[in-house]
């Protein structure tokens, strides 16, 4: 019997679109994940697979949204408050953008309005802000989940659901790998995280620290997990260069990070073989 496989997409805003070459890479392979989960970018990407987008058809459409200027500023016009009591609601805002509507906005029609529409199982995270804990989804309203788990604070407003102030799931849990570990033989998790890096060559200003130090927490999270449990595979495409919010940079991203696709067939192929050696006396 064929080994079985899940997949944990990370957070990392637009460096997660490396994630498509992960999907392209399973499709090549003729890998089909009995699970899949995901946090903020990685939820996105994820929810896509779910709904049984290929990776090609991912790639296409990311480029022919985030690769066209004109595209990305009507989508986002569309995404503006609707009112002006929407846009001064609770005070004046870093953005006045809501994530809810920003994901109508720029999401695949593919991608359906509820979990339970979804062909491979998919568990969203995002952070409970009150409760002080991660929240994981898995039924009901599949938009809302996305949401909340893309609400970057600073950038998106919160994500109120079930009682709950929500954001980016990615503060609690940035590569949910320990989510799937028991559905299947093999897990494959995805860390698009990245570091602070200084092949920008200039000095960092507030936001750049601020997402800066993000990234280091995130890490030193993933870092803590890993001494307890490794995935079978972990891949790091290498994203670091860039920033949360370069998605009109989608042709550098993929161009940068395609090199992830052998990896990852590299890696499954020693996991096979790994699995097929006998086991000792």
């Not at 997409?9 to 995901?38: K, N, Q």
């Not at 991608?111 to 804990?133: M, N, S, W």
């Not at 370069?246 to 696709?261: G, S, Y």
Request: no cysteine; aromatic share 6%; hydrophobic share 45%.
């Amino acid at each position: 019997m064929s080994p079985t496989f899940a997949v944990a997409f990370g957070g990392g805003g637009a460096r997660g679109l490396a994630h498509i070459h992960v999907i392209e890479a399973l499709d090549e392979l003729g890998i089909r994940p009995v699970s899949i989960a995901g946090s903020s970018i990685g939820a996105i990407m994820g929810a896509g697979m779910a709904a049984g987008m290929t990776g090609r058809e991912m790639h296409d459409y990311a480029r022919s949204i985030l690769g066209r200027r004109a595209q990305v500023a009507m989508r986002m016009w569309r995404a503006r408050p609707g009112s002006l009591a929407e846009m001064v609601e609770g005070g004046l805002r870093v953005t006045q953008f809501s994530i809810e509507r920003v994901l109508k906005a720029f999401l695949p029609p593919e991608i359906p309005g509820t979990f339970e529409d979804l062909k491979i199982p998919l568990r969203v995270t995002a952070t409970d802000y009150f409760g002080h804990q991660l929240w994981v989804f898995r039924d009901g309203d599949l938009n809302s989940a996305l949401a909340a788990s893309a609400a970057i604070p600073a950038l998106f407003s919160p994500v109120k659901r079930g009682g709950r102030l929500l954001i980016d799931g990615g503060i609690y849990n940035p590569v949910p790998f320990d989510l799937v570990e028991k559905d299947a033989d093999i897990v494959i998790a995805v860390d698009v995280v990245g570091a602070p890096s200084v092949l920008r060559r200039k000095k960092p200003n507030s936001i750049d620290l601020m997402f800066g130090a993000t990234q280091l927490m995130m890490q030193s999270i993933i870092a803590g997990k890993l001494e307890h449990n490794r995935p079978e595979i972990l891949l790091r495409p290498p994203v670091s260069r860039f920033r949360v919010l370069d998605f009109l940079k989608v042709d550098a991203v993929m161009h940068e990070t395609v090199a992830i696709k052998d990896e990852l067939k590299r890696a499954v192929d020693a996991a096979l073989r790994e699995r097929e050696k006998p086991v000792a006396a």
